[in-house]
């Protein structure tokens, strides 16, 4: 089958570092996206990875490695509005449209 | 601004009921997406529709319904035949290609059946 396991809940101090861990097992890759979806708000684009390496955007990095089967969300200087849920999703390579979802991480953010 | 709309945000059915929640978009996007959410899981793909006029079964597609008569509209119907239609509906769009081609979401409708 395929499947993609994140932690469920994470807790991090306002200022701090948190890693957001992903992994995979698909039956092929053609892409893993990581997406930002505040409580009961529509989920945004956060990051892209195919290549092996890490990606980083600001605040924001991520990291993927293909062989591994994983990926990390790396996100710094923690803010209170980044208290939200952390969705890695993978595209197996069946269909450009076919996107398989982890749960999803709960990050909580305390001062 | 361009973007993708939801309405309801919240909706409220009767069993027995068919609803219909509305999806527009006005980024040009061909494909458009509909997916549920449910508490500790993933999004689960209902229906997708790559082009106008054509549209294909997700993973969970029984007891809906869809239909894309325009580029801009992608309208779920959640019949009575969908068991547990209580959940949060997600529509979403993007542009055709390959690669890093993100979807951009609208703002949900949480249905819930009464």
């Known amino acids: 089958g395929q499947n993609i396991d994140q932690p469920t809940e994470m807790t991090a101090t306002e200022g701090a570092i948190v890693q957001i861990n992903c992994t995979y097992q698909t039956s092929g890759f053609n892409g893993l996206f990581w997406y930002q979806q505040h409580a009961g708000e529509a989920p945004t684009f956060l990051s892209y990875n195919v290549l092996d390496g890490l990606e980083e955007k600001g605040r924001f990095s991520s990291f993927f490695s293909r062989s591994k089967g994983y990926s990390y969300l790396l996100l710094k200087e923690l803010q209170m509005k980044d208290s939200a849920s952390y969705l890695c999703a993978v595209r197996p390579g069946q269909s450009n449209y076919q996107l398989i979802w982890g749960a999803g991480t709960k990050l909580i953010i305390k001062p | 601004d361009g973007g993708i709309t939801q309405s309801p945000k919240y909706l409220f059915r009767k069993e027995g009921q068919n609803v219909t929640l509305s999806c527009e978009q006005n980024l040009n996007h061909d494909a458009m997406y509909w997916y549920r959410q449910d508490p500790g899981q993933g999004l689960r793909l209902i229906y997708y529709?790559?082009?106008?006029?054509?549209?294909q079964k997700g993973d969970i597609a029984e007891g809906y319904s869809v239909s894309r008569e325009k580029k801009e509209s992608f309208p779920l119907t959640v019949t009575s035949a969908q068991k547990n239609p209580t959940a949060f509906y997600l529509c979403a769009s993007s542009a055709p290609g390959q690669g890093g081609t993100e979807a951009f979401f609208g703002q949900g409708t949480r249905l819930t059946v009464v």
């Open positions: 529709s790559q082009i106008v006029n054509d549209f």
